[in-house]
């Protein structure tokens, strides 16, 4: 039994905070956590923090906004009552994986319709085909009542001259200086090709929010010592916290599924389905000393008023063998199906899934019902009990062990090197 010691649970995962609880042979914290009647939460810890080593459990799944404001609470209730240290155990970081061009309802379209983003019978197949997000989504109307403004701008020609002002004619015109104008002609014949051209092309946007790094400087300024999480998106999110942050790996809980688990997985080959995995897959790869494939994802985009079309190319051999998708998160689960697809056409007997995160939004669940997965596999990162009623492919892995030594090893100044290869 761990002493001097109180674990706390949010509203987001309170089984995952019992299981760790009971490994560490502890009872969990008493709070009382909940909402006025105006929906601001409402937070009093009822147990005597003074002095002590507080975790606070809290991931970022279901309604995370709610839960980060939880969080952001408890550890200033806690930091008020004199904790010696609170530390902010989120296996799952919110806001650090959000698309630049997100899909227009939670869930990516599954069939090609063009009046709706997903068809209304929800009879979803194999041969279902979503469409890229991409531009076409809504936008406010602009100058010349809701034309847009790209277009608007780009039949004008601008042309400075010095002559002397005159009378102003009918073209409209905009003085720049004294003695001189700037004229501005509207020239209705200018080509397609010509306004593409100077159309804002899709992809990263500077002006984008990164709220990953607003999430740090909150829970920074709340008064958090510590932070563990697992899995970042970009690990690159550990540079932007002016406090210890550990981030944990899946990896060994994955290693070991495939070992125990997939028959005869020594002929198997880790696949990654985007370039952005290709690092985290190859890692299990060699691990395993197993064969590696990239699935390779390009968007190539036509008009702004376009959807984008991405090709899919699989580099590597899977014909005739089991192959294995490795990624860190799935949310709408439109890489991933589709990437089970390519391989399946390609020739995979087997297709498994293992993801370290499942959010599983909108129309996840069914689409990977409908899918060529044959098994997804994920943690308990968040919740997966409503997720694993609705797919019999859904198996769960456990990571309450490793949380649980996590704060052991943090509460007695212990190294978490040995966690980085844990089972």
């Not at 601001?40 to 147990?47: F, G, L, M, Q």
């Not at 906004?65 to 155990?89: F, P, Q, W, Y």
């Not at 019902?369 to 994920?378: C, G, H, P, R, Y």
Request: charged residues 20%; aromatic residues 6%.
């Amino acid at each position: 039994m761990v002493k001097n010691i109180v674990v706390l649970s949010g509203n987001s995962h309170p089984h995952l905070t019992e299981h760790v609880c009971s490994l560490l042979g502890i009872a969990p914290g008493d709070r009382i956590l909940s909402k006025f009647s105006g929906g601001e939460s409402r937070c009093e810890i009822k147990d005597s923090v003074r002095g002590k080593d507080v975790f606070i459990l809290q991931t970022g799944g279901g309604a995370v906004n709610d839960h980060i404001m939880e969080l952001c609470i408890m550890i200033s209730a806690c930091k008020t009552g004199s904790a010696r240290r609170v530390t902010a155990v989120m296996p799952l970081f919110p806001y650090s994986r959000q698309p630049d061009l997100p899909y227009r309802k939670a869930g990516a379209p599954l069939s090609k319709h063009a009046a709706s983003d997903a068809p209304k019978d929800n009879k979803y197949t194999f041969e279902s085909v979503p469409t890229t997000p991409g531009p076409g989504t809504h936008r406010s109307a602009g100058f010349g009542h809701g034309s847009d403004l790209n277009k608007f701008l780009s039949k004008v020609s601008i042309s400075a001259s010095h002559e002397p002002r005159g009378p102003r004619s009918h073209s409209n015109s905009v003085t720049s200086q004294p003695g001189s104008y700037t004229k501005i002609d509207y020239d209705s014949n200018v080509s397609d090709a010509a306004l593409v051209s100077l159309e804002a092309k899709p992809g990263y946007k500077r002006w984008v929010a990164q709220a990953g790094t607003l999430i740090a400087e909150l829970l920074t300024c709340a008064g958090a010592d510590h932070v563990i999480a697992l899995d970042l998106h970009d690990a690159q999110y550990q540079g932007f916290f002016d406090i210890a942050m550990d981030n944990l790996y899946a990896r060994p809980l994955l290693t070991r599924y495939i070992q125990r688990s997939i028959p005869d997985y020594k002929d198997a080959i880790i696949v990654s389905p985007d370039a952005g995995g290709a690092k985290r897959a190859t890692a299990i790869a060699d691990s395993l000393g197993l064969d590696f494939a990239l699935i390779h994802k390009e968007r190539r985009p036509t008009k702004i008023t376009d959807r984008q079309n991405a090709t899919m190319m699989l580099v590597g051999s899977v014909a005739g063998r089991v192959c294995i998708l490795v990624d860190d998160l799935a949310d709408t689960s439109n890489t991933i199906t589709r990437a089970a697809k390519l391989v399946r056409r390609e020739g995979a007997t087997a297709v498994y899934a293992l993801l370290s995160h499942g959010v599983f939004s909108g129309d996840a669940l069914q689409r990977i019902n409908a899918s060529a997965l044959d098994k997804v596999v994920v943690t308990n990162s968040v919740p997966q009990e409503d997720h694993k009623a609705l797919c019999p492919k859904l198996e769960v892995l456990d990571i309450a062990p490793m949380f649980a030594e996590a704060i052991r090893r943090v509460h007695h100044g212990e190294s978490l090197s040995s966690l980085f290869h844990f089972g």
